[in-house]
């Protein structure tokens, strides 16, 4: 088995992108959108948010290209990661590392 996650979506904010000594880094979230029927016969439109981050020339290509608003396809991994935050609480991130990006839509 491979970790592996594909997703299209709309970029939610315009990407936060650093650059470093070793290159930049970009982060950006997207919303995934799920329409169904519930059992009362109603549509029902379901918003699910990612957090995602992109490395070196992927995240080159999203300084350049991505905006707020911008439908987007990626592919990627699934990373979780911990942290303390500033009252000593343990707090886990999950996101997805970037492999590569289709840029959509307008």
Known sequence: ???RVQLIGHVGNDP???TFEGGKVANLNI???ENYTNAKGEKV???EWHRLTAWGKTAEIIEKFVTK???I???GKLSTRSYDDKE???RYITE???SDVLLLGK
Do not use: P, Q, R, S
């Open 1 to 3: 088995m491979k970790n």
């Open 16 to 18: 936060e992108v650093k």
């Open 31 to 33: 919303a995934t959108n």
């Open 45 to 47: 439109e379901h918003t």
């Open 69 to 71: 608003g911008k439908e």
């Open 73 to 75: 396809a990626i592919e």
């Open 88 to 90: 000593g609480n343990k």
């Open 96 to 98: 997805v590392i970037i």
